[in-house]
């Protein structure tokens, strides 16, 4: 079960299928696609963002040491 949403395997399998009818499966494969380009670049900017905090964190550490 997913804690933050409250949902158990049958309800995702269940929304799978609806969106699967809903779109049909040539959608999906696009859709499916841009989900994972998407997340692509998410993971991009987190690991960026990251990196900049991290250079902050050792350029405090390093003014400290100077003082």
């Known amino acids: 079960m997913i804690p933050l949403l409250g949902l158990g395997i049958m309800e995702i399998g269940i929304l799978v299928l609806a969106v699967l009818f809903l779109f049909g499966g040539n959608?999906?494969?696009?859709?499916?696609?841009?989900i994972v380009q998407g997340y692509g670049?998410?993971?991009?900017?987190?690991?960026?963002?990251?990196k900049e905090i991290k250079d902050t964190i050792t350029t405090i550490d390093i003014t400290k040491e100077d003082k």
Do not use: I, P, Q, Y
């Open 27 to 34: 959608k999906m494969k696009g859709l499916a696609r841009e």
């Open 41 to 50: 670049k998410v993971k991009d900017v987190r690991d960026s963002v990251e």
